[in-house]
Nanobody
Framework: QVQLVESGGGLVQTGDSLRLSCVAS????????MGWFRQAPGKEREFVAQ????????YYADSVKGRFAISRDSAKNTVYLQMDRLNPEDTAVYYC?????????????????????WGQGTQVTVSS
């Protein structure tokens, strides 16, 4: 089964940028829809962004739209989350996830239950 490893988190100031990476252990990654989620202390894990297996049709949560960008490089088995104009409300553990089962075009997979493989998470802390 594919394994996912996130990296790129850290401590930044309001207005800074970070780029998170998620590397998959197998080339079958190229056929999976990928998502990013985040979980702040005491809160439920929430959807951030998704990207199709072909790399088109990215979709974002309203809270990050216009500031975050998801992309993927199948040659490197990697999905990225570029985060700009960060603010303290973005502080959370960020997880990437893969949906390895059937995916329907143009469908939004914003529930954690829609994904069956998860990384271990990377901490992002934004100071004010």
């Amino acid at each position: 089964q594919v394994q996912l490893v996130e990296s790129g988190g850290g401590l930044v100031q309001t207005g800074d940028s970070l780029r998170l990476s998620c590397v998959a252990s197998t080339r079958t990654f190229s056929g999976y829809l990928m998502g990013w989620f985040r979980q702040a202390p005491g809160k439920e894990r929430e959807f951030v962004a998704q990207i199709s297996s072909s790399g088109d049709s990215p979709y974002y949560a309203d809270s990050v739209k216009g500031r975050f960008a998801i992309s993927r490089d199948s040659a490197k088995n990697t999905v990225y989350l570029q985060m700009d104009r960060l603010n303290p409300e973005d502080t959370a553990v960020y997880y990437c996830a893969a949906r390895t089962v059937t995916t329907y075009p143009s469908h939004i997979y914003s529930s954690t239950r829609a994904y069956d493989v998860w990384g271990q998470g990377t901490q992002v802390t934004v100071s004010s």
